[in-house]
């Protein structure tokens, strides 16, 4: 019993912060969640804001979709990291501990 509790909560990961802004009946992420993931992030500064975290959506989204999927959310988030100037994997961590653990049958 103790085993499926520990399999039931998975650690977070990106896949996990992909989901958490993917809004209810879609499979992609659209612009407004994903400039708010690096707000509630606190990933906005002076030097990077809103409007740099749209040019970035927009640089990696399919024109005729107007969203993210999986992979190019995390070309996207690459793409923070390098004009951020910060580690990819710790760009990670800020966005991770945005999110909680959910079930592992998602």
Known sequence: RRRNFCRAMAAADLSDVYWGCVKHGFKEVDCRSFVALFR?????????????????????????????????FVEAVAKVSELKGMEEKDLHQCLIDTVEPRPLDH
Do not use: P, W
């Not at 030097?47 to 969203?67: C, G, I, P, S």
């Open 40 to 72: 509630n992030a606190s990933v906005m500064d002076t030097a990077f804001k809103d409007v740099h975290a749209e040019r970035v959506f927009f640089d990696n989204m399919l024109l005729a979709k107007r969203r993210l999927d999986y992979a190019r």
